[in-house]
């Protein structure tokens, strides 16, 4: 039987999933490496379902690939598009050369950046294998503020609305 904060979690995980299906954009980087830098990259899900791993095209001659190794540690956040869902995800990041799985994924805002199209001999998939994520939803600072002017406590009403999801 599900407990009220893990049905939350659930709930709160429920919608990060969906939102990264339909906004995609999110900062990647490698823990530990390039001083923590992350880079705008499109995620995309393989499939139906609501779970890892991410994967997304790249180039082999960017500093990301080149400063990849076995199992990274890597880092990637991600903000819908209406604010309403921040997530911090942690796992292991690498590449990915499954043609089954380039193919699945190919599409045509893919193809836009590859002249030699999925044969490409620059193109290379990334996965990340998700582990966890904090993700919070509904964070709207508009409204905790105007919770504030009535004499509410925000942070009361939003302790409901943040996750420590296990992804793996």
Known sequence: ????????????????????????????????????????????????EDRGPIYFFTAKDTELVADLKHDSRAVATFASRGNDVFATIHGTLVAENDRAVIDRLWNSFVAAWYEGGRDDPKLQLLRLDTERAQIW???SSMLAGVKVLLGIDPKQDYKDKVAEVSLG
């Open 1 to 48: 039987m599900l407990t009220d904060n893990t049905a939350n979690e659930a709930e709160i995980e429920a919608k990060f999933w969906k939102a990264l299906r339909s906004d995609r954009t999110m900062m990647l980087g490698l823990a530990g490496v390039d001083e923590g830098h992350t880079r705008p990259m499109t995620g995309q899900l393989d499939g139906d």
């Open 137 to 139: 939803v509904d964070a």
